[in-house]
């Protein structure tokens, strides 16, 4: 199973972006995508997951009312829609997903469950 993040960029506080998670080799409907970012000396964070069979849906309290995670199985992509940005969102933005054959799809906490892995994308909030 293949990652691939995208959309990150340089946007104004209060701004929006819309971040992509592509995934490949296999169907992505069977598994929870998971959003992280990581700040450069600061370990990283969990921010949303969305499971599988159902789409629900789970938030870091940060990011809570500002962020939307979506996903669209048809184009094997899952959306991470984030507004009101401030400079404290610039972060290099990673989607992941645990092993469906493990966890059935659900979205799990733990960072070291991840097995998959994209490749990052940076989001810089200038103020």
């Known amino acids: 199973v293949q990652l691939q993040a995208s959309g990150g960029g340089l946007v104004q506080t209060g701004g929006s972006l819309r971040l992509s998670c592509t995934v490949s080799?296999?169907?992505?409907?069977?598994?929870?995508i998971s959003w992280f970012r990581q700040v450069p000396g600061k370990e990283r964070e969990l921010l949303s997951c969305?499971?599988?069979?159902?789409?629900?849906?789970d938030y870091v309290d940060s990011v809570k009312d500002r962020f939307t995670i979506s996903r669209d199985n048809a184009k094997n992509t899952v959306y991470l829609q984030m507004t009101s940005l401030k400079p404290e969102d610039s972060a290099v933005y990673y989607c992941?997903?645990?092993?469906?054959?493990?966890?059935?799809?659900?979205?799990?906490?733990?960072?070291?469950?991840?097995?998959?892995w994209g490749q990052g994308t940076l989001v810089t909030v200038s103020s």
């Open positions: 969305i499971s599988s069979r159902h789409g629900e849906t």
């Open positions: 080799g296999s169907r992505m409907e069977y598994y929870a």
């Open positions: 992941a997903a645990p092993n469906w054959r493990r966890f059935g799809g659900q979205c799990i906490t733990e960072m070291f469950e991840y097995d998959f």
